[in-house]
């Protein structure tokens, strides 16, 4: 049956390693699990929420896995490749700290945008556009986009942790230890640090599973500590027991998120419309690039492209992608996207859709474990967030540093999206800057920008000018 679903003989793999495979997707992506929760409803406390009107965590926990669940069961059986998908990260960060932070959304008209955003993929799947679209932006910018939104994720995670803090002289400043918040804020902030070395460590030396390793081991250091009296509950202040209660998961919560779908904008006139469809095309833009880029990577990793390097099936790829982005936003989650975490995997040999099948059904197992998971504080995952963005950095190398035509947008789309605070910003000066600087430069018609990047250059003015 199995070979029959996956053609594992065509494919030169067997059922053993594409479930070991699969184990090992899971096991480098499964921080997801404890750091989307955390990324998603960071700005509850921030903004003061109680109510229906905060995002309960452990509903998005649930979001989260049956997302992954949903999107990884379609791409094992529509595409038949080896990739997981889960919500992206990145995309969770613009959802909370940019639509509904700074562009002051509810959580729920933020999750109808996801939703629109996945239905419009879809018709974009079913079609050549999608693939248009990717080909039309020069490949600067792609490669820019990853290392804004790594460093973006780093910021964040370091934010979460404490190792950065607020300062009204300078903006930012390294967290100032003081005997009244030392056993609280200071010992998060000490174990976010030993985190990042400890993760660091177990992947230089190609520890399987070095991210979730990194979580789990800094949670126990954690753990250790509040036992130890170092570090001290304080839930007046924020700060609660790391000791899970192994409770029975709450999986009720779900409700709190789910179908919680706000199209309200659409009610406002010209204006509400109009700021709806930039969040859409935003979540749109960032999610194309992420999943695309995490295709074309992993693929190549695992020789899958054909002779014109193109990959075979990946309308069924892009299809699983879209699909998922709007069913997980009906469970209560930002976009879902093609890990590139799925390369672990590939390279302990998995090349079928058994690989997904078998990630798929450990996040679903993870559904029983959500105590353990939420119990995990924000500084325990903050080295996830600095790691990943190290690894999304590593575009940077890739781009050609000696044309500056190239490289000025590109370190503006960078410098844009951790400065500003906005992925959507970064790829609106990454996008302007380059067809500017090109055009004025006589370098466009040597470049062969296209008419679609003209296009998208005088949209995102517009936005500036009239919004």
Excluded at 34 to 63: C, E, H, K, Y
Excluded at 146 to 169: D, T
């Amino acid at each position: 049956m199995l070979e029959k679903l996956f053609q594992l003989k065509e494919n030169k793999t067997t059922v053993k390693t594409e479930i070991l495979a699969g184990i090992t997707t899971f096991m480098t992506m499964a921080y997801i699990l404890a750091v989307n929760p955390s990324t998603l409803t960071a700005f509850n406390d921030i903004l003061g929420l109680d109510g229906s009107a905060r995002m309960n965590p452990s509903g998005v926990f649930m979001a989260t896995a049956l997302a992954a669940v949903v999107g990884t069961l379609f791409m094992a059986f529509l595409a038949n490749y080896p990739f997981a998908l889960a919500p992206g990260m990145g995309l969770n960060a613009y959802f909370s700290y940019t639509v509904v932070l700074n562009m002051g959304y509810t959580w729920k008209q933020a999750l109808a945008a996801v939703f629109v955003e996945g239905l419009i993929f879809i018709i974009l799947s079913l079609t050549n556009v999608r693939e248009a679209i990717f080909n039309a932006i020069p490949q600067t910018l792609k490669y820019a986009v990853s290392c804004g939104i790594g460093l973006f994720i780093a910021f964040i995670g370091m934010q979460n942790a404490k190792i950065v803090e607020a300062n009204s002289a300078t903006l930012v400043q390294f967290h100032e230890f003081n005997k009244e918040t030392f056993h609280t804020v200071g010992i998060g902030v000490i174990l976010a640090l030993l985190g990042v070395l400890i993760t660091a460590i177990l992947l230089i030396k190609k520890i399987k599973g070095g991210i979730l390793i990194g979580i789990l081991s800094t949670w126990i250091l954690g753990i250790l500590c509040e036992l130890t009296g170092i570090y001290k509950v304080n839930a007046a202040a924020g700060f609660y027991s790391l000791i899970p209660n192994f409770t029975a998961p709450d999986i009720a919560s779900l409700g709190d998120v789910a179908f919680k779908l706000d199209f309200s904008l659409l009610k406002g006139g010209a204006s509400g419309i109009v700021n709806f469809i930039v969040v859409i095309f935003s979540f749109l833009f960032v999610d194309m690039f992420d999943t695309l880029g995490t295709l074309m990577g992993v693929s190549a990793k695992a020789d899958m492209l054909d002779k014109n390097g193109k990959l075979p099936r990946v309308k069924g790829a892009l299809m699983a992608d879209a699909v998922a982005t709007s069913a997980g936003a009906l469970f209560g989650t930002s976009t879902t996207t093609t890990y590139v975490e799925s390369a672990t995997g590939v390279t302990e040999g998995g090349r079928t859709g058994l690989t997904a099948l078998t990630t798929a059904v450990l996040f679903a197992i993870s559904i029983f474990f959500s105590p353990i998971f939420l119990a995990i504080p924000s500084f325990a995952t903050a080295p996830a967030l600095i790691i990943v963005g190290f690894y999304m950095m590593g575009s940077v190398l890739k781009i050609d540093f000696d044309d500056m035509t190239e490289a000025i947008p590109a370190f503006l789309c960078i410098l844009a999206m951790p400065f500003l605070y906005s992925i959507s910003e970064g790829i609106f000066f990454g996008v302007i800057s380059y067809v500017v600087i090109n055009l004025i430069t006589g370098k466009a018609k040597e470049k062969n920008i296209s008419i679609l990047m003209y296009v998208l250059a005088v949209v995102f003015l517009l936005k500036y000018i009239l919004l």
